[in-house]
């Protein structure tokens, strides 16, 4: 099971009513998928590094922050911390780019059979 957290800050009046919906749901998740804007709002503070181990520690089996410009931090079955740049592009609108994010995430997991609750022990068994 995988969770786009897609927070809208704009429309959410209780921040800690959607800090304790988010534990909720992300309980139930595999992969959970986030921007760096997300978790600032709903963590300020708080380095990304420590709210993925904490969703690791919690059940969660990959964390993945997209960071704009910066790329991309990704927190491995194994507990390893691995970053991936961004390929610089001129930026014409952004809806829809967290989506096709989690989209081209979810299908290579699915081509490298590391989806699931113990991706790390299928991976590339294909």
């Not at 995988?2 to 998740?29: C, W």
């Not at 708080?46 to 990959?62: H, N, Y």
């Not at 927190?75 to 961004?86: N, T, W, Y």
């Not at 952004?94 to 991706?119: K, S």
């Amino acid at each position: 099971m995988s969770i786009d957290l897609n927070l809208r800050p704009s429309i959410i009046d209780d921040v800690a009513a959607e800090r304790a919906r988010v534990a909720r749901q992300i309980r139930l998740a595999h992969i959970v998928k986030a921007s760096d804007e997300d978790l600032g709002w709903l963590y300020p503070g708080v380095p990304v590094e420590e709210i993925l181990m904490g969703w690791q520690a919690g059940g969660v089996t990959c964390g993945v922050v997209t960071q704009g410009g910066d790329g991309v931090l990704f927190l491995a079955p194994d507990g390893s911390l691995h970053h991936r740049p961004a390929v610089p592009i001129q930026v014409r609108d952004t809806v829809g780019a967290g989506d096709a994010f989690t989209g081209g995430m979810l299908a290579t997991l699915a081509e490298i059979d590391a989806l699931g609750d113990q991706p790390a022990s299928r991976a590339g068994r294909k």
